[in-house]
């Protein structure tokens, strides 16, 4: 039994790896695309939303109180001064081209206005800054913040009754690096891991056994001495191999190229992937090898039941769907469940152990149950694909 399984798993590996191309678009292809994917993404996000250090924002101004003149001395910013209607108008048209940044108009008795204020009584309307902007320009979002931020903090110390977090030195924020790093990567990464592992599995598992049955192949197999269930074990665990190296490939360039995908704000957000031990690596690669098996038996099953690759890769689709909601379930937060049933249920129960992994909150039984299930899971599905090769209805129709 063992010869003969080793000996489709031989012929497997022979037909994947003796194509280079296949090799390349299926292996080596997707962990260096989606790392020079998420660079440029990354990248992408980081000229988005960062401002060149010597860019100098074009200011608008209309009656600036002298509270405010000392805004003049920022380098960073270049204050104009505007009085007539008819120039706030052709500013408000520069905003609108992206020409300008900011337009701010105060009233023309400011100081006094809110000298006189008193916001116990509230008698009266409150003096109203108005600032113009364009939300689609970079430039004009950051100094509107920024100007928000002065004129809150301005007002703030108006009527100072107590401050928060004023001490200096003091940490009010005990997330750790660790904290930080196991919330994002255990919200993305299992999603990710299984759309990946899924792409893999269905790159070569529809070609292995519905493409031998319209190339005819598969009746050779058929007709040797060997049991069918040697036949679709050998099937199974060889494209498990292939589709394990696609997976890890897709999970190396994501693992890696994460920190660039965040715009460089990995160490402004306290992420580093250092934090996770060899320990956990294993505990992943348990988790990814019996979903692989699962996956590829599953995708084994409607590929044997399919007449051609095409008819195969249009019946995988639903599985499709249900794995992408089950890997969305991740994103959902919360960390992984720790009641023992919910790694009895397949494809869930590895996204829950990917997520626990992540997040440093997975429980060993759990992650026992996950990989022991996942096996018998899929030896059934190997007890599927034996009654399928031994149809010759199916087989050979």
């Keep these: 039994m063992k010869k003969n399984i080793l000996t489709i798993m031989k012929k497997e590996f022979a037909r994947f790896f003796g194509d280079k191309r296949l090799v390349f ?79 701010a108009v105060f009233p023309a008795d400011f100081d006094e206005a809110v000298a006189a204020y008193d916001s116990m009584t509230a008698q009266g309307a409150a003096p109203n800054i108005s600032l113009y902007y364009n939300s689609v320009s970079q430039t004009s979002s950051t100094i509107y913040r920024s100007f928000c931020e002065i004129f809150n903090q301005y007002e703030s ?8 977090n004023a001490a200096e030195g003091e940490q009010y924020d005990f997330a750790t690096e660790k904290d930080t790093t196991a919330e994002i990567f255990s919200m993305m990464l299992p999603m990710l891991m ?23 192949t598969i009746a050779t197999l058929l007709v040797t001495p060997m049991k069918r269930s040697e036949l679709a074990l050998g099937k199974i665990l060889s494209l498990s191999v292939i589709g394990l190296l696609s997976g890890i490939s897709s999970f190396l360039g994501t693992f890696v190229s994460l920190p660039q995908m965040m715009g460089g704000m990995s160490d ?20 990814i090898l019996s979903t692989v098996l699962l996956i590829i038996g599953m995708i084994s099953i409607i ?3 399919s007449k051609s690759v095409k008819e195969a890769g249009t019946a995988v689709t639903p599985l499709m769907i249900v794995v992408m909601v089950i890997a969305i379930t991740s994103m959902m937060g919360g960390g992984a469940q720790e009641g023992f049933y919910w790694y009895l249920i397949p494809l869930y129960n590895s996204v829950q152990c990917m997520s626990g992994i992540f997040s440093f909150t997975m429980l060993p039984v759990n992650l026992i149950i996950t990989v022991v299930i996942n096996i018998i899971y899929t030896l059934l599905l190997v007890g599927g694909l034996t009654k399928i090769f031994d149809s010759e209805k199916i087989m050979y129709s």
Excluded: W
């Design 157 to 164: 110390a108006l009527a100072n009754k107590f401050d928060i």
């Design 194 to 216: 299984m759309v990946f592992l899924f792409s893999g599995c269905i790159a070569i598992a529809p070609e292995s056994i519905a493409g031998e049955k319209e190339r005819g």
């Design 25 to 103: 678009t299926t292996i080596l292809m997707p962990g260096l695309m989606i790392y020079v994917m998420y660079s440029f993404m990354g990248n992408g996000f980081a000229s988005k939303f960062n401002t060149a250090e010597d860019y100098v924002y074009q200011v608008y101004t209309v009656n600036l109180p002298e509270s405010f003149q000392d805004l003049k001395s920022d380098e960073a910013i270049h204050i104009t001064e505007i009085e007539t209607a008819d120039e706030a108008g052709a500013v408000k048209t520069n905003l609108e081209n992206q020409e300008a940044d900011l337009l």
């Design 303 to 305: 590929s044997g039941l």
């Design 268 to 287: 402004e957000v306290g992420m580093n992937v250092n934090v996770y031990s060899g320990a956990d690596f294993i505990m992943l690669l348990l988790v």
